[in-house]
């Protein structure tokens, strides 16, 4: 045996001789999103996930995802996958058939607590009209030549809501998934900065410190009957967000019934950590030089950015207006808890409300947008499902 | 059943589709707000009808030699048996224990208070 040629041919197959400079680059990218998620703390349950996936599959010669097997025009062959693909390949047969979202919106639906939605049924309005920004980069995506899938994924950024922006793209535009997935939990992480210099633009001073009644007790019979009664009138409405919202519902009924604890405590934690650990790698194996080191990337960056700006303003505006139609019984801050971001945007509203008036204690009113913009940002995405899916 | 998918689309029509999408979305919230406020107010009618219901059963006969209480101060969550003991003495112990065992007065359940005589 010649020892001097097994050298060579180590060196020949190790990753160092198959490394572009575009492997590099996305190298860098990585680790610079693993330094965003450890260290500045952005969404990094699923940051630091997506990023180690994009590291780990730019690292050459590893062929533990091939993004060749989900794009043939042929459709998936799920035997091939299983067959020939890499680790990475079958875990993101998860994402491809909207498993981990529905799993992941089951988690959210036993985390969540209705009760101020369901004190305060205005709030759903908020929710509503923060959905504005999706709609607003959708238009700016098809004025930048977007393809009309590709464009409900990059609107739906403005939902503020990753698992839906992921089920969506998922099925409309998978190759820009990674993008979309990392500008959505990135500036889910960004929303203190990005909201309030809005909210002191748009509201006055007289109508931050506005002070709020205190909400009604729920009864447990209302929490209830509230994901039986919201899944069946929605789903009947918009077969398309039978998934997402059946999900979000069976999860919040876990939580309410009172006699499946267990189901609910498993949902919350367990299901909620294994799904968001293969989410997030999965959604970062998608992320290679190829797909990711283009024109479109920044794009969609920046209509990202715009898409949670809009969406924020809607919400303020539609704030505005129920304060001046209420007479004042309702603070516009709370509007902007309608971009959804559970339950970051609520606390965002919060203390900008303390900061105006430090007896205004706005948590739980904001919190009834913040859980109707969950709703509202799947309604949005059935919506663009039911039309370009 | 899903649409046929839209394959391309023009500015202007992207901006009617957004329009039409909004109002859907408003639409759809503005009726689970609806039906939410149907369901409470279903509820509470429930509730009073319920409560009627119940005045209109006659009470129970009580044994005529069971010793009754002195005085009942209404509180939130049943009601306080008061023995010898004003409403204004009751009230300072409550605040008493509340105080000395750390505890917010609304998790606390007392039975009866009752004045020891030596």
């Known amino acids: 045996m010649d020892i001097g040629q097994v050298f060579v041919d180590l060196a020949k197959d190790s990753g160092f001789a198959g490394m572009t400079w575009q492997n590099a680059v996305m190298i860098v990218i990585a680790l610079f999103f693993l330094f965003l998620g450890i260290a500045k703390k952005f969404e990094p349950l699923l940051l630091v996930g997506i990023a180690f996936g994009m590291l780990l599959t730019n690292l050459p010669l590893g062929e533990i995802y091939h993004p060749e097997m989900w794009t043939a025009a042929e459709g998936v062959n799920y035997a091939d996958v299983l067959q020939r693909g890499g680790l990475l390949d079958v875990l993101y047969i998860g994402v491809k058939t909207g498993l981990y979202p529905c799993l992941i919106f089951v988690g959210v639906g036993a985390m969540t607590d209705f009760g101020p939605m369901i004190a305060n049924p205005k709030s759903l309005l908020l929710g509503a009209a923060a959905q504005l920004g999706v709609f607003c980069a959708f238009i700016l995506a098809i004025v930048f030549k977007f393809d009309p899938g590709q464009a409900a994924s990059i609107g739906i950024i403005g939902g503020a809501d990753g698992p839906t922006a992921i089920w969506l793209t998922k099925s409309l535009a998978p190759e820009l998934l990674s993008a979309i997935a990392i500008a959505a939990y990135s500036y889910m992480a960004l929303i203190p900065i990005i909201q309030p210099p809005l909210m002191r633009l748009l509201v006055p001073k007289k109508e931050r410190m506005v002070k709020m009644e205190q909400l009604r007790e729920v009864s447990k019979r209302e929490k209830i009957i509230f994901p039986i009664m919201v899944t069946v009138f929605t789903v009947l409405i918009l077969p398309s967000v039978a998934a997402l919202l059946g999900c979000l519902m069976f999860g919040n009924l876990l939580k309410e019934t009172g006699v499946t604890d267990r189901l609910s405590d498993t949902a919350q934690n367990a299901l909620m950590n294994i799904v968001t650990l293969f989410l997030g790698i999965s959604v970062g194996a998608t992320a290679q030089a190829a797909a990711f080191l283009n024109l479109d990337t920044i794009l969609i960056i920046i209509l990202g950015l715009v898409a949670f700006a809009f969406s924020t303003v809607g919400g303020l505006l539609f704030g505005r207006v129920m304060c001046w139609v209420t007479r004042g019984k309702i603070n516009p801050l709370i509007g902007a808890a309608g971009v959804s971001a559970v339950p970051m945007a609520a606390r965002v509203a919060h203390v900008q409300g303390l900061k105006d008036n430090p007896d205004n204690y706005l948590l739980m009113h904001a919190m009834g947008p913040n859980v109707a913009g969950v709703i509202g940002s799947a309604v949005a995405a059935g919506i663009l499902m039911s039309v370009f899916g | ?118």
Do not use: H
């Open chain 2, 1 to 118: 059943m899903m649409l046929a998918a839209v394959e391309s689309i023009s500015i202007g029509e992207s901006f009617a589709l957004s329009g039409v999408s909004i109002g859907i979305i408003m639409g759809v919230l503005a009726c689970i707000m609806l039906l939410i406020y149907l369901m409470s107010w279903l509820f509470r009618r429930f509730d009073e009808w319920n409560a009627k219901r119940k005045g209109k059963i006659p009470p129970v006969t009580v044994d005529a030699t069971a010793a009754e209480p002195v005085a009942k101060a209404p509180g939130s969550c049943g009601d306080l048996v008061l023995i010898d003991t004003t409403e204004r003495e009751a009230a300072m112990i409550m605040a008493i224990v509340a105080d000395s065992t750390e505890t917010p007065l609304n998790e606390l359940r007392f039975i009866s208070i009752k004045q020891i005589k030596e």
